[in-house]
């Protein structure tokens, strides 16, 4: 009998409980808030689901898991799960709204600790991925005002990226820039969690309302296919 795994892997998301051979037929909005019955019966726009031997990225294999929401260019070989296409459609008709602006398309939030890190990376994945990102450490000249110029790329941008790691999560508590960028970011249906190197249930205790949002992880894919699925998501 299928054992389920989330006692040792955790199903915080929806790759994560589609890979765990005892619940693999069920869909979760890997927030952990809510969990979704037949996803081809949502209001959201309708998604394809590819042949068995699709290549691409994958949150899962086999059984219809892996999926090409609509708005995937012709020839994309990037594939989300159900709850991942759930989560993200409307960030996508956000993104859909401002395709005619001059605004950059992603703003990334993120922990000072993590500007040579984990931040530059998946700034780096996404900016070779032909993504516009604002980037403190780009974008900020020297003797410019920090939050001001924060404010501007807030102001600027479609939607903002929250790489949410254990350094984010201790500078949370303590209320400085990287907690008033979530602030402004939360205020609408423009933001994407990155779960990198940490849980949902970390983020939970820390920061219910982020950790209530859906978003993309690195538990189960790389940081690679995660910048692939942004590029994906805020191409117009």
Same mark, same amino acid.
């Given at each position: 009998?299928?054992? #389920?795994?989330?006692?040792? $892997?955790?199903? $915080?998301?929806?790759?994560?409980?589609?890979?765990?051979?005892? #619940?693999?037929?069920?869909?979760?909005?890997?927030?952990?808030?809510?969990?979704?019955?037949?996803?081809? *019966? /949502?209001?959201?726009? *309708?998604?394809? *689901?590819?042949? /068995?031997?699709?290549?691409?990225?994958?949150?899962? /294999?086999?059984?219809?898991?892996?999926?090409?929401?609509?708005?995937?260019?012709?020839?994309?070989?990037?594939?989300?799960? =159900?709850?991942?296409? $759930?989560?993200?459609?409307?960030?996508?008709?956000? &993104?859909?709204?401002?395709?005619?602006?001059?605004?950059?398309?992603?703003?990334? #939030?993120?922990?000072?600790?993590?500007?040579?890190?984990?931040?530059?990376?998946?700034?780096?994945?996404? &900016?070779?991925?032909?993504?516009?990102?604002?980037?403190?450490?780009?974008?900020?000249?020297?003797?410019? =005002?920090?939050?001001?110029?924060?404010?501007?790329?807030?102001?600027? *941008?479609? +939607?903002?990226?929250?790489?949410?790691?254990?350094?984010?999560?201790?500078?949370? =508590?303590?209320?400085?820039?990287?907690?008033?960028?979530?602030?402004?970011?939360?205020?609408?249906? $423009?933001?994407?969690?990155?779960?990198?190197?940490?849980?949902?249930?970390?983020?939970?205790?820390?920061? =219910?309302?982020?950790?209530?949002?859906?978003?993309?992880?690195?538990?189960?894919?790389?940081?690679?296919?995660?910048?692939?699925? +942004?590029?994906?998501?805020?191409?117009?």
């Amino acid at each position: 009998m299928a054992r #389920c795994t989330a006692p040792a $892997r955790g199903h $915080r998301t929806a790759s994560g409980a589609a890979a765990c051979p005892a #619940c693999g037929g069920r869909s979760r909005f890997y927030g952990g808030y809510s969990s979704y019955g037949d996803f081809g *019966s /949502s209001s959201y726009p *309708s998604y394809t *689901s590819p042949g /068995s031997g699709g290549g691409g990225r994958s949150g899962g /294999s086999g059984g219809g898991r892996s999926v090409k929401p609509r708005w995937s260019q012709t020839g994309s070989t990037v594939l989300y799960t =159900p709850a991942e296409v $759930r989560a993200l459609t409307p960030v996508r008709e956000n &993104v859909e709204k401002q395709a005619t602006l001059d605004l950059r398309d992603v703003f990334l #939030c993120h922990a000072w600790d993590d500007r040579q890190g984990a931040a530059k990376e998946l700034h780096d994945l996404l &900016v070779a991925s032909g993504v516009k990102v604002w980037f403190s450490e780009k974008d900020v000249g020297l003797g410019v =005002p920090l939050l001001r110029a924060i404010d501007k790329g807030l102001a600027n *941008s479609r +939607i903002g990226l929250v790489l949410v790691t254990p350094a984010l999560l201790r500078r949370l =508590p303590k209320e400085g820039i990287a907690d008033k960028e979530l602030s402004a970011l939360l205020a609408g249906e $423009r933001l994407v969690p990155i779960v990198h190197d940490t849980t949902y249930e970390a983020l939970r205790e820390i920061s =219910p309302l982020l950790a209530s949002r859906s978003g993309l992880s690195t538990i189960e894919e790389s940081m690679t296919d995660v910048a692939a699925k +942004i590029a994906d998501l805020v191409t117009v």
